[in-house]
């Protein structure tokens, strides 16, 4: 039995009309895998490449370009928390706000927190200037941060 279901196979193809070429997907479906597994594994990465007519090592090489893609030795927490580390953010507080991620789930930048609510990294930009200092959690950007509403923010995850 594979790593990927039918229904992720499926809606790799689905971007083949999409691209130039089968080469062109290695992104999207990589994006695909991540979001339903919360991690590439070397399992998904074998079947991407095969879906895709490629060297396991072609799909791996995009993967590991990447800082977004997580793979099976290095977990995604429930939630991912982005500290934008720009210069518009670091001017405005972006250093006390990663401070205070830190402290308050006792990890570093690239680490997930030991009850794996949480996973730590930076973002060079989140384009969201006007907003700094900003954080991203999950999907949702969180602008103009200072300690009162990080807290606020750290207590709902």
Known sequence: MGVLSEELKNQIRDNFPKYPNKRAVVLPALHLV???MREVSTGAIVEIAE?????????????SFYNFFKDEKHTLGKHRVWVCRSISCMLRGGEEVLEQVCN??????GQTSADGKVTLEFAECLGACEGAPCILVDDECHMDMDVE???ALIEKL
Request: hydrophobic fraction near 35%; aromatic fraction near 4%; avoid cysteine.
């Open 149 to 151: 509403s990080v807290s």
């Open 34 to 36: 991540h979001d339903a």
């Open 104 to 109: 308050k789930f006792h990890i570093h930048p």
């Open 51 to 63: 879906l895709l007519e490629l060297h396991p090592s072609e799909v791996h090489d995009t993967m």
